[in-house]
């Protein structure tokens, strides 16, 4: 069945050191969107991008979806330990449901 | 700002037994779903429901879960009998369908221990 792939699994920097998670698919999206979750908290969802080479900015949050939709990214520019969280992208397939990726687990040392 | 409702927040059983959790979605929200989230893992989707009706249980053990949603408000989801494997997190999620968008929110969850 169709998979959604997220590396790294885990990610621990340094407070200002930039992050990155990448999220990679078997087979091209309709869309897909980024979550966020704290520790101990639910998702929370922070995008969706939905068109070929699409970049969204947000804040300190840049993200990315492949020209052939079946990639994307989210990069982080200068990391804070409010980032601290784990992040999963979800793919959307076209009949509608979300397959989530295992998320990027980031720590952020002080 | 409104927000998915979940109860109880944790749930201790011991196996063999019954679990029901409850959601209440966002007002308004004709999408719900159901996910369970073990640690260190992805939600995974195991029930879907468009007002009433259930669009996809695909992922749910139907031999000891089930979930019904029957005024397409509120929503609960039974376990019959639990099993050691059912720990995880439950969460439940909602989506207002026809926007553009289909950004689900989340439920602060259900934790199941089984014992």
């Known amino acids: 069945g169709q998979q959604v792939m997220q590396i790294p699994q885990y990610q621990h920097v340094q407070e200002g050191e930039d992050f990155t998670t990448y999220c990679n698919s078997s087979?091209?999206?309709?869309?897909i969107q980024w979550y966020k979750q704290r520790p101990g908290g639910h998702p929370v969802f922070l995008i969706q991008?939905?068109?070929?080479?699409e970049v969204k900015k947000q804040k300190r949050l840049t993200f990315q979806f492949g020209e052939a939709k079946k990639n994307s990214s989210l990069h982080i520019t200068a990391t804070q330990t409010t980032d601290v969280g784990t992040y999963f992208c979800?793919?959307?397939?076209?009949?509608?449901?979300?397959?989530f990726g295992k998320g990027t687990k980031l720590s952020v040392k002080p | 700002e409104a927000e998915v409702a979940q109860s109880p927040r944790y749930k201790i059983t011991e196996k063999s037994q019954a679990v029901a959790f409850w959601c209440d979605p966002i007002?308004?929200?004709?999408?719900l779903y159901w996910y369970r989230q073990i640690l260190g893992q992805g939600p995974e989707l195991l029930v879907q429901?468009?007002?009433?009706?259930?669009?996809?249980d695909s992922q749910l053990p139907k031999d000891r879960f089930s979930a019904e949603r029957l005024k397409g408000v509120d929503s609960t989801l039974k376990i019959q009998p639990a099993e050691l494997g059912d720990s995880a997190m439950y969460l439940c999620?909602?989506?207002?369908?026809?926007?553009?968008?289909?950004?689900?929110?989340f439920g602060p969850g259900t934790r199941l221990t089984v014992t």
């Open positions: 429901f468009q007002d009433e009706s259930v669009v996809d």
């Open positions: 007002s308004g929200h004709a999408t």
């Open positions: 991008l939905v068109k070929s080479g």
């Open positions: 087979t091209t999206l309709s869309n």
């Open positions: 979800a793919g959307r397939r076209s009949q509608g449901n979300l397959i």
């Open positions: 999620a909602s989506s207002l369908v026809g926007r553009g968008t289909y950004e689900q929110y």
